[in-house]
């Protein structure tokens, strides 16, 4: 008789249930494994046999035959191997309790029957509870933060014949045994955050950023090298609020599907790939679609220095991901989509020689090269930016007044999500809200539209350009915790849009 028992399968982040179906019977020795199974999980076969010879069954004169369904659906990874091994002592009748299918298996198994750790593990356990699985076994892991994961009872194993003592009621286990909030996080320490106290100067692209953070805006630096481009984009994510149980949850679930390990949970994730990335090293992807930078930098920054050095293609595939936070990759066996909500912050020079309009330096520039060096960046991706910043050097032997920390900026920034959160009953920006919502629920006023209509007739700005405005004097105007949106925030909305290096284009010499 077929005895079943679930577990949990993934296509990307998303997680489906997976029936596992074993039938043993008499025939010449053999085991099959059917259900579209990936190479590793066709491997599968000698662990499980070998991790329930340890229950004395011996099933060498009998043929074993594993179905993983939905049958349509590709299986990747060792996640089953505990499933297996438990339907199969079902039917061996090792294991004499019935299985309730609202209980999951998840995890690889070694030739000695541990139960061990397998890529996936997290998002699988926090697809759990919308799959209407109620309790899970699993082996330990100190990157899954099990005091997160709420409305799942969470079991914790380390072989194989704890797994079946505790479905006959024998021992009792722990929900987490020996672990705290402590273990669930790296012991690496946390990465000193540079503060905006030290920053000198720059008061204009400070308030800019801290209405980036505000909005979760997208930000492009123009300036010649040297002036603080990079040095104001490490320290941008020092002013944006710790992320939510939730965020944290999605950020270390992509972080472990990539392959990388995370060194604080709370922290917002900040991303810097060099200028030499590959496409699919930035956006993701591979035989088996992998998370990229872009999914990487989910809830927190991702920064491009030199982003006119990265090439069109690349930057062009952005253009997705900055409208809809997320990215779809797509191959011949499979779909998947990751999300990919960020905060875009750009850096280049003003020109190919960087210094065009220096105070220190001659441009050798001609027009011509300008024009080439800034087409890079296409008119789609221009119009997904919020903010074009032109940035100078400062000199640093004047005296100059104490700055503000990041954390005094942190905590008007959080004061204003807080005020965006209200208003649209939902965890929305301004900056990602849909636009239909915002202007039901803040709409402007017919003078200001009128304005606002005439200034973009003048500039060429495309709708995209307005509406982004209109989110920026949204933002200014919650920074300032007024109810509607102000003149005096359309005004310094599109004084932000027209810094940049649109407006150095004009003072670019010919040669």
């Given at each position: 008789m077929t005895k079943k028992v679930t577990s949990i399968g993934l296509k990307g982040m998303e997680g489906y249930r997976v029936q596992v179906e074993v039938r043993i019977r008499q025939g010449t020795e053999s085991m099959v494994i059917v259900g579209l199974p990936d190479a590793s999980v066709k491997e599968s076969k000698e662990r499980v046999v070998a991790a329930i010879s340890h229950f004395d069954m011996d099933v060498t004169d009998q043929k074993v035959v594993v179905n993983l369904s939905p049958a349509e659906?590709?299986?990747?990874?060792?996640?089953?191997?505990?499933?297996?091994?438990?339907?199969?002592?079902?039917?061996?009748?090792?294991?004499?309790?019935?299985?309730?299918?609202?209980?999951?298996?998840?995890?690889?198994l070694s030739l000695d029957g541990e139960v061990v750790k397998a890529e996936g593990m997290?998002?699988?356990?926090?697809?759990?509870?919308?799959?209407?699985?109620?309790?899970?076994?699993?082996?330990?892991?100190?990157?899954?933060?099990?005091?997160?994961?709420?409305?799942?009872?969470?079991?914790?194993?380390?072989?194989?014949?704890?797994?079946?003592?505790?479905?006959?009621?024998?021992?009792?286990?722990?929900?987490?045994?020996?672990?705290?909030?402590?273990?669930?996080?790296?012991?690496?320490?946390?990465?000193?955050?540079?503060?905006?106290?030290?920053?000198?100067?720059?008061?204009?692209?400070?308030?800019a950023l801290e209405i980036a953070a505000a909005g979760e805006h997208n930000v492009l630096m123009s300036g010649p090298p040297g002036c603080?481009?990079?040095?104001?984009?490490?320290?941008?994510?020092?002013?944006?609020?710790?992320?939510?149980?939730?965020?944290?949850?999605?950020?270390?679930?992509?972080y472990q599907l990539a392959g990388e390990n995370r060194m604080s949970t709370n922290m917002v994730p900040y991303r810097h790939p060099h200028h030499s990335a590959s496409s699919?090293?930035?956006?993701?992807?591979?035989?088996?679609?992998?998370?990229?930078?872009?999914?990487?930098?989910?809830?927190?920054?991702?920064?491009?220095?030199?982003i006119a050095e990265f090439t069109k293609k690349t930057l062009d595939m952005l253009r997705q991901p900055l409208e809809s936070g997320k990215v779809t990759i797509s191959r011949a066996h499979s779909t998947i989509t990751y999300p990919s909500s960020f905060i875009l912050i750009g850096a280049m020079n003003p020109c190919p020689c960087g210094y065009l309009s220096s105070n220190r330096q001659y441009c050798t520039c001609?027009?011509?090269?300008?024009?080439?060096?800034?087409?890079?960046?296409?008119?789609?991706?221009?119009?997904?930016?919020?903010?074009?910043?032109?940035?100078?050097?400062?000199?640093?032997?004047?005296?100059?007044?104490?700055?503000?920390?990041?954390?005094?900026?942190r905590n008007?920034?959080?004061?204003?999500?807080?005020?965006?959160?209200?208003?649209y009953r939902a965890e929305y920006t301004n900056a990602?809200?849909?636009?239909?919502?915002?202007?039901?629920?803040?709409?402007?006023?017919?003078?200001?539209r009128k304005m606002l209509n005439n200034l973009a007739a003048k500039q060429n700005w495309s709708n995209r350009v307005q509406i982004k405005i209109i989110r920026l004097a949204r933002t200014i105007s919650d920074l300032a915790s007024e109810n509607?949106?102000?003149?005096?925030?359309?005004?310094?909305?599109?004084?932000l849009r027209r810094w940049g290096m649109h407006k150095q284009q004009t003072m670019a010499r010919e040669t």
């Open positions: 659906q590709k299986k990747n990874g060792p996640l089953f191997d505990l499933a297996i091994a438990i339907a199969a002592l079902k039917e061996l009748n090792v294991i004499k309790a019935e299985i309730p299918l609202d209980i999951a298996f998840i995890g690889a997290l998002p699988a356990l926090v697809s759990a509870k919308s799959l209407g699985i109620k309790k899970v076994y699993f082996p330990y892991d100190s990157q899954v933060p099990i005091h997160m994961l709420q409305g799942v009872e969470c079991i914790v194993v380390h072989h194989i014949e704890e797994v079946v003592q505790h479905l006959e009621g024998q021992e009792s286990l722990l929900l987490h045994p020996r672990l705290t909030r402590e273990d669930c996080i790296s012991n690496l320490p946390a990465p000193q955050q540079k503060d905006f106290c030290h920053v000198i100067g720059h008061e204009q692209a400070k308030r603080g481009k990079s040095l104001l984009a490490e320290t941008f994510p020092s002013i944006l609020p710790p992320l939510t149980n939730q965020a944290q949850l999605e950020v270390l679930s992509l699919v090293a930035i956006i993701g992807g591979g035989s088996t679609p992998r998370p990229g930078e872009i999914s990487l930098a989910h809830h927190g920054v991702l920064f491009l220095d030199e001609s027009q011509k090269q300008i024009h080439t060096y800034r087409n890079r960046l296409s008119g789609p991706v221009y119009d997904r930016l919020d903010i074009l910043l032109s940035l100078k050097s400062v000199n640093l032997d004047q005296p100059s007044k104490q700055s503000e920390s990041s954390e005094e900026i008007r920034v959080e004061t204003a999500r807080q005020l965006q959160y209200q208003r990602k809200v849909p636009f239909e919502i915002m202007t039901e629920v803040s709409p402007l006023m017919s003078d200001q509607m949106i102000t003149d005096h925030a359309i005004w310094e909305a599109m004084t």
